[in-house]
Nanobody
């Protein structure tokens, strides 16, 4: 059974940092690109960051570039998103996703698997 399980969300203060994680199981995670999207009520899901299967290539949305770092550990089958200098507008449910190809990012339609999300709330 394919699973992507996010963890690490919660309530943080503006200016703080947070690291969220996504543990994969049920498929060969190391063969997939992975990434993060986020969504707030009434808005479409938006791309945040993506990473190639090896970790050698990464890409970021302009809104988080310079404040976010995506990484992965293929031994632990886990992908991480570290975000710094958080702003209230970063408040969202953050979803982990896996894709057959790194080139699919930033399009959410190209994802093969999705997690159920973890809420990050940034208070001002």
């Amino acid at each position: 059974q394919v699973q992507l399980v996010e963890s690490g969300g919660g309530l943080v203060q503006a200016g703080d940092s947070v690291r969220i994680a996504c543990a994969a199981s049920g498929f060969t995670f190391s063969s997939y690109a992975a990434g993060w999207f986020r969504q707030t009520p009434g808005k479409e899901r938006e791309f945040v960051a993506g990473i190639s299967w090896s970790g050698a290539s990464t890409k970021y949305a302009d809104s988080v570039k310079g404040r976010a770092t995506i990484s992965r550990d293929n031994v632990k089958n886990t992908v991480y998103l570290q975000m710094r200098s958080l702003k209230p507008e970063d408040t969202a449910v953050y979803y982990c996703a896996a894709s057959h190809g790194y080139a699919e990012f930033p399009a959410s339609a190209g994802m093969a698997y999705w997690g159920k999300g973890t809420l990050v709330t940034v208070s001002s």
